[in-house]
Nanobody
Framework: QVQLVESGGGLVQAGGSLRLSCEAS????????MAWFRQAPGKEREFVAA????????YYAESVKGRFTISRDNAKNTVYLQMNSLKPEDTAVYYC?????????????????WGQGTQVTVSS
């Protein structure tokens, strides 16, 4: 089992920045893949970004490319999502997800472990 705990959400004005954190504990794998998803009210959960724990290869949704950066700190078992130039349409609950594997996965059904979510609200 892998436990994930997110933090760092909040309220920010359009154009501002936030950094989300997700700490992993429990049974962690050297081939862990971690990702961020988000879900706005009335919408399906959508992929935001993913990173391989080993090597640090990343993958982004087109809607956030160039504005968001996913990174990891192996020593702290933590993955981050730096969000810049935030827009009102980025408003959602953001979830951290994890699975073992050797590729980058971008659909929610491919992930086995989930955090509780953290709210991000961007005002116009």
């Amino acid at each position: 089992q892998v436990q994930l705990v997110e933090s760092g959400g909040g309220l920010v004005q359009a154009g501002g920045s936030l950094r989300l954190s997700c700490e992993a504990s429990g049974r962690t794998f050297s081939n862990l893949v971690m990702a961020w998803f988000r879900q706005a009210p009335g919408k399906e959960r959508e992929f935001v970004a993913a990173v391989k724990w080993s090597g640090g290869t990343t993958y982004y949704a087109e809607s956030v490319k160039g504005r968001f950066t996913i990174s990891r700190d192996n020593a702290k078992n933590t993955v981050y999502l730096q969000m810049n130039s935030l827009k009102p349409e980025d408003t959602a609950v953001y979830y951290c997800a994890a699975r073992s594997g050797y590729s980058l996965y971008y659909t929610s059904r491919q992930y086995d472990y989930w955090g509780q979510g953290t709210q991000v609200t961007v005002s116009s």
